[in-house]
């Protein structure tokens, strides 16, 4: 396949960015994106392979296309009934725990069953939590973030330093059909 200008302002264009866009996200000048687009300079490989990485991921599903939103978070100090209470009442399996609005953990059905015994309806989920789930842009390409659901059971999605979302396996599932 020969990969040439015009091929490059197609596919920018089928992605719909601006050079301008698609300058920033390679890491050139939009300038140097123009002169590619119409033939007047003969870009390095490496340019040219970042150019059409950027190009074809831009048609690929993004976290924020298939995330859940309205994330439900849990605090240090709240008893594992009422966390596990919501769990059940909204049909999820973990929850992020936030500290002075910082994610400072993760409670999920696992880790309440690690710790299962008589008084853990009791116990404050500090107790109980495992470490947070990881975070990524609402941008991150599904892709990107498949092998994180192999090891873990969700991702969380940030816009900026907002949570916006959270990614889970049973949402990557909704990609097959």
């Known amino acids: ?7 490059i302002r197609k596919l ?9 866009k698609l300058a920033e996200l390679v890491g050139v000048s ?6 590619i687009e119409q033939g007047k300079v003969d870009p ?20 924020k296309d298939i995330m859940t939103r309205g994330v439900i978070f849990a605090k240090l100090d709240d008893s594992v009934l ?17 500290n002075k609005g910082k994610v400072v953990g993760t409670i999920t059905e696992e880790s309440i069953i690690r710790k299962l015994s008589s008084n853990i309806a009791e116990e ?12 990524v842009s609402e941008d991150t390409s599904i892709s990107a973030i498949r092998p994180l659901l192999e090891r873990r059971q969700g991702v969380l999605v940030a816009k ?6 959270i990614m889970t396996r049973s949402d990557l599932l909704k990609t097959i059909g």
């Open 82 to 98: 009422k966390v596990s209470e919501i769990m059940v009442r909204h049909a999820i399996s973990q929850m992020p725990v936030l």
């Open 44 to 63: 390095r490989l490496s340019t040219v392979n970042k150019i059409l990485r950027v190009l074809t991921e831009s048609k690929e599903k993004r976290c």
């Open 160 to 165: 900026g330093k907002r949570i916006v979302g």
């Open 124 to 135: 404050k989920v500090e107790r109980v939590m495992d470490p947070p789930l990881p975070m």
């Open 12 to 20: 920018r264009l089928e992605a719909k960015l601006t050079q301008k």
């Open 30 to 35: 939009q300038a140097h994106i123009a002169k």
């Open 1 to 7: 396949m020969l990969i040439t200008g015009s091929t």
